[in-house]
Nanobody, 122 residues
Framework: QVQLVESGGGLVQAGGSLRLSCAASGRTFGNYHMGWFRQAPGKEREFVAA????????NYADSVKGRFTISRDNAKNTVYLQMNSLKVEDTAVYYC???????????????WGQGTQVTVSS
């Protein structure tokens, strides 16, 4: 089992940057593929980015490609989401998730953090 805790959210102006972190408990972090999802008010949760457990592959939603970077440090049990050139439409609660399948579908991730709010102002 994995417990996930996100941090690093906040208020930033459009064009700015934020770095989200997701710290995982347990010694099996390296066994899981990790994903970031987000949910804006009134909208469904959507895929943002994913990274394989071996750090050999990453995947991004088209809406964030070229602006966001997912990475992980298996020695620190932490996954990161570097967000640059933020837009107002990136405003959402961001969640990290762990699963045994690399997927863009939230249903394929078994473990979730509580989320961290990212607000981008114009």
């Amino acid at each position: 089992q994995v417990q996930l805790v996100e941090s690093g959210g906040g208020l930033v102006q459009a064009g700015g940057s934020l770095r989200l972190s997701c710290a995982a408990s347990g010694r099996t972090f390296g066994n899981y593929h990790m994903g970031w999802f987000r949910q804006a008010p009134g909208k469904e949760r959507e895929f943002v980015a994913a990274i394989t457990r071996s750090i050999s592959s990453t995947n991004y939603a088209d809406s964030v490609k070229g602006r966001f970077t997912i990475s992980r440090d298996n020695a620190k049990n932490t996954v990161y989401l570097q967000m640059n050139s933020l837009k107002v439409e990136d405003t959402a609660v961001y969640y990290c998730a762990a699963g045994v399948i690399v997927s863009v579908m939230s249903s394929n991730y078994a473990y979730w953090g509580q989320g961290t709010q990212v607000t981008v102002s114009s």
